[in-house]
């Protein structure tokens, strides 16, 4: 073998040496492509469907900048409110599914579903769930001169009066209106669902003595509980609620199944790469878990619940399943 061969000979062998090195490098996952990026490299859009000022515009607020600040990126809130909620989810399922257009999602989400409303969209088929979620309660509440203070004493006031009792509702078709309706429908009693433009005129017409009771958010009322002016008779949730914990659940007093509120989560596109959407959900969930994000929900009348992306979409099916027989039955009609 002459020199020229020998060194040939010697240069092949380190070459399939370092290709050895390199196959082993990127099976073991050290080595990423040129291009790829941490996400987000870039500003996030997390659209709220409701106008500014509400309880869902704030909590994404509180949501985005926390995210803002972890990420060295903006989240930046757009309210796209309008047609109860489908304006915003409409503009979620055309995004491209890429991590950067969210949306912060409410309850009409299941709810238009469940009433069969007609829409440019398919929940199970358009988006992901990627969670966590927060809980906005509803409590039954009476004015503070009502001989009511329990469940049973309602039921009872209620079967008592012929043309039955009046609930205030923020609106037709909203969680508290739906949750009235169950509370009708497991207790046995006639009742009217009369609907006003927020929680607020809801607490009006009561303290007025115009309407019976509300089952609706709590937070507009306090002032007027702390008072002695209103009393707090239930909350519609499985346990008692951090938002007021002096209210017994309806389970505790006989009616389990009373269990209804307002809820906002997060969503993405379907087709959002997985490892996106479980980073998404583990930071989120990250943010919901501070003490000072819980104390300022909580004074917003929401409670944070911890779950994973699959915990989040099972939810929402459970929200579908549980209203749409509900709607048909008391024949309410959704536009």
């Given at each position: 073998?002459?020199?020229?061969?020998?060194?040939?000979?010697?240069l092949?062998?380190?070459?399939?040496?370092?290709?050895?090195?390199?196959?082993?490098?990127?099976?073991?996952?050290?080595?990423?492509?040129?291009?790829?990026?941490?996400?987000?490299?870039?500003?996030?859009?997390?659209?709220?469907?409701?106008?500014?000022?509400?309880?869902?515009?704030?909590?994404?607020?509180?949501?985005?900048?926390?995210?803002?600040?972890?990420?060295?990126?903006?989240?930046?809130?757009?309210?796209?409110?309008?047609?109860?909620?489908?304006?915003?989810?409409?503009?979620?399922?055309?995004?491209?599914?890429?991590?950067?257009?969210?949306?912060?999602?409410a309850?009409p989400?299941?709810?238009?579903?469940?009433?069969?409303?007609?829409?440019?969209?398919?929940?199970?088929?358009?988006?992901?769930?990627?969670?966590?979620?927060?809980?906005?309660?509803?409590?039954?509440?009476?004015?503070?001169?009502?001989?009511?203070?329990?469940?049973?004493?309602?039921?009872?006031?209620?079967?008592?009066?012929?043309?039955?009792?009046t609930?205030?509702?923020?609106?037709?078709?909203?969680?508290?209106?739906?949750?009235?309706?169950?509370?009708?429908?497991?207790a046995?009693?006639?009742?009217?669902?009369?609907?006003?433009?927020?929680?607020?005129?809801?607490?009006?017409?009561?303290?007025?003595g115009?309407?019976?009771?509300?089952?609706?958010?709590?937070?507009?009322?306090?002032?007027?509980?702390k008072?002695?002016?209103?009393?707090?008779?239930?909350?519609?949730?499985?346990?008692?609620?951090?938002?007021?914990?002096?209210?017994?659940?309806?389970?505790?007093?006989?009616?389990?199944?009373?269990?209804?509120?307002?809820?906002?989560?997060?969503?993405?596109?379907?087709?959002?790469p997985?490892?996106?959407?479980?980073?998404?959900?583990?930071?989120?969930?990250?943010?919901?878990?501070?003490?000072?994000?819980?104390?300022?929900?909580?004074g917003?009348?929401?409670?944070?619940?911890?779950?994973?992306?699959?915990?989040?979409?099972?939810?929402?099916?459970?929200?579908?399943?549980?209203?749409?027989?509900?709607?048909?039955s008391?024949?309410?009609?959704?536009?």
């Amino acid at each position: 073998m002459n020199i020229m061969q020998a060194k040939r000979q010697i240069l092949r062998h380190l070459l399939q040496a370092a290709c050895h090195a390199l196959l082993c490098a990127a099976a073991a996952g050290l080595l990423a492509p040129a291009h790829a990026q941490a996400y987000p490299s870039r500003p996030v859009r997390l659209i709220s469907p409701y106008g500014p000022g509400g309880s869902n515009d704030t909590s994404a607020r509180l949501l985005g900048e926390a995210l803002s600040r972890k990420y060295k990126q903006q989240f930046v809130v757009e309210n796209k409110p309008g047609a109860g909620t489908r304006v915003a989810n409409e503009q979620l399922a055309r995004a491209a599914p890429d991590g950067y257009t969210l949306l912060w999602a409410a309850a009409p989400f299941a709810i238009n579903t469940a009433a069969g409303i007609a829409q440019h969209y398919d929940i199970h088929k358009d988006f992901v769930a990627v969670g966590p979620r927060v809980l906005g309660p509803l409590f039954l509440i009476v004015k503070a001169d009502s001989p009511v203070r329990t469940v049973a004493d309602f039921v009872r006031m209620a079967r008592e009066k012929k043309d039955g009792v009046t609930f205030a509702s923020p609106g037709i078709g909203s969680g508290p209106h739906l949750t009235a309706e169950l509370f009708m429908a497991q207790a046995r009693f006639k009742g009217l669902n009369v609907h006003y433009r927020g929680d607020a005129t809801a607490y009006t017409e009561l303290l007025s003595g115009r309407v019976d009771a509300t089952l609706t958010a709590i937070t507009t009322a306090l002032p007027f509980i702390k008072a002695g002016k209103l009393r707090v008779i239930a909350v519609s949730a499985e346990t008692r609620s951090p938002v007021y914990p002096q209210a017994p659940t309806f389970g505790e007093q006989g009616f389990p199944a009373v269990v209804g509120y307002g809820w906002f989560g997060l969503m993405a596109p379907a087709g959002t790469p997985p490892a996106i959407v479980r980073q998404l959900n583990r930071d989120a969930s990250a943010v919901l878990a501070d003490a000072q994000v819980q104390s300022r929900l909580i004074g917003l009348g929401l409670q944070p619940e911890a779950g994973d992306s699959a915990a989040f979409a099972h939810f929402i099916d459970a929200e579908v399943g549980k209203w749409g027989p509900l709607i048909k039955s008391a024949g309410i009609v959704l536009e």
